[in-house]
């Protein structure tokens, strides 16, 4: 363990809050699905922050295994993130739609179309491998994104002592996140890389990071973490100043040596002409913001297809990036990112995280010079 020394002057509602937690600065990293490691966890819960797993596109197996690793590397708390969307529903003639869409990219670099679909990721809701898995795990925290589990699964989680986030992007997702007793809500914002965490993907209300914050602060009564477009320490002390209790960052982490980004993402997010973000459903199925890419310019036109329930379209976006990869064409990969990528520093996660700690501090002392 390797806590970074420095007094913390954090609000009495924070400490309490990281208290809770067992760790000892507001600062998570955020789950990233394909992108986080076991060893980006530890690093960041090493250095007394909150290390995550993104774990939606693992099996219970996988998901096992990347818990025990990140157990290996570090004793500190750390979080296991899953996806809470409903489980989907077949459409074969929405599938059908996007297949025939999407065919003359397969043409074009030589290859063929699948002719069918199938969901890609699980979500979690019904899901009791995982469920049982987790209450024999007991990671310190598991936070759900697109939704929140069964009355059930959230009941056996907490008895279990862990402690339960979920995401909202409006008031309603908000409310009904502390109706079913969760423990904290994640704040996340238009601002936010990845996919968006709507319940309900065709229902975006686009609320900045900060608003949200101040939303949830006035009219719900648990912890709020704010995310999305959060880069530096000052940027983390404005939403603590705001009423957020912590702040979870994910595009900072990106490309971060012990990050899964290949080497592609890790250039395209550092690349001055590139580093501006779009939101796009073409990909998955649900709203995602990243770096633009042929799923922008040449798949998201106005005569595509209805979208087909989630996952069945990452499917088919996976098989085609898979052959343009093969082909050294990157363009159809997925590069998610938030809007503030622009900010993104080349760091290790434990130099980032004492940088980060370093200017928290200094703002915050800043702030407090000021009043
Ligand atoms: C590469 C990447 C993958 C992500 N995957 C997940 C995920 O698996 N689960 C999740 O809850 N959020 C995921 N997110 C969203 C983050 O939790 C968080 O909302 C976002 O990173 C905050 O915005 P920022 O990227 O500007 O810091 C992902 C974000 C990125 C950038």
């Known amino acids: 363990m390797n806590h970074p020394s420095g007094a913390a002057h954090y609000s009495p509602k924070t400490q309490q809050f990281l208290?809770?937690?067992?760790?000892?600065?507001?600062?998570?990293?955020?789950p990233m699905a394909g992108t986080s490691t076991p060893e980006l966890a530890a690093a960041v819960s090493n250095a007394g922050g909150l290390g995550s797993l993104g774990l939606a596109t693992s099996s219970v197996a996988q998901a096992q295994q990347a818990i025990q690793r990140t157990r290996e590397l570090t004793s500190q708390?750390?979080?296991?993130?899953?996806?809470?969307?409903?489980?989907?529903?077949?459409?074969?003639?929405?599938?059908?739609?996007?297949?025939t869409y999407m065919t003359p990219f397969f043409s074009a670099l030589g290859g063929t179309a699948p002719h069918t679909l199938k969901p890609v990721n699980f979500?979690?809701?019904?899901?009791?491998?995982?469920?049982?898995?987790?209450?024999?795990?007991?990671?310190?925290?598991?936070?759900?994104h697109f939704g929140i589990p069964t009355p059930d699964a959230i009941r056996q989680l907490q008895q279990a002592g862990i402690i339960l986030l979920?995401?909202?992007?409006?008031?309603?997702e908000a409310q009904i996140i502390q109706a079913a007793g969760l423990d904290a809500i994640v704040a996340q914002g238009i601002e936010a890389g990845g996919h968006r965490g709507m319940f309900n993907r065709d229902f975006d209300p686009a609320i900045s990071t900060h608003d949200l914050v101040r939303l949830f602060t006035a009219h719900t009564h648990l912890p709020i973490i704010a995310a999305g477009g959060i880069m530096d320490g000052a940027d983390i002390q404005q939403v603590l100043a705001l009423g957020a209790?912590?702040?979870?960052?994910?595009?900072?982490?990106?490309?971060?040596?012990?990050?899964?980004?290949?080497?592609?993402?890790?250039?395209?997010?550092?690349?001055?002409?590139?580093?501006?973000?779009?939101?796009?459903?073409?990909?998955?199925?649900?709203?995602?913001?990243?770096?633009?890419?042929?799923?922008?310019s040449q798949v998201d036109r106005p005569e595509r297809p209805a979208l087909s329930s989630y996952s069945?379209?990452?499917?088919?976006?996976?098989?085609?990036?898979?052959?343009?990869?093969?082909?050294?064409?990157?363009?159809?990969?997925?590069?998610?990112?938030?809007?503030?990528?622009a900010r993104i520093r080349n760091l290790n996660a434990t130099d980032l995280m004492q940088t980060l700690i370093d200017e928290l501090q200094s703002a915050i002392a800043t702030r407090f010079d000021k009043t």
């Not at 979920?166 to 309603?172: E, G, H, I, Q």
């Open 245 to 296: 209790y912590a702040a979870q960052l994910g595009t900072a982490f990106v490309i971060c040596d012990e990050s899964a980004a290949n080497p592609t993402y890790r250039e395209r997010l550092q690349d001055p002409t590139l580093q501006t973000t779009y939101i796009t459903a073409s990909i998955s199925g649900r709203p995602a913001r990243g770096l633009m890419s042929a799923w922008h």
């Open 19 to 30: 208290q809770r937690l067992g760790i000892q600065h507001p600062i998570f990293l955020a």
């Open 312 to 341: 069945y379209m990452y499917d088919l976006a996976k098989q085609l990036n898979a052959l343009a990869t093969g082909q050294g064409n990157h363009d159809f990969a997925a590069y998610w990112a938030g809007s503030n990528v």
């Open 77 to 99: 708390p750390f979080n296991c993130n899953f996806f809470c969307h409903q489980p989907p529903q077949a459409d074969p003639a929405t599938e059908q739609a996007w297949i």
């Open 123 to 144: 979500t979690f809701i019904d899901n009791q491998p995982l469920l049982d898995m987790l209450l024999h795990e007991k990671p310190a925290v598991v936070s759900f």
């Open 166 to 172: 979920a995401c909202a992007t409006s008031l309603a």
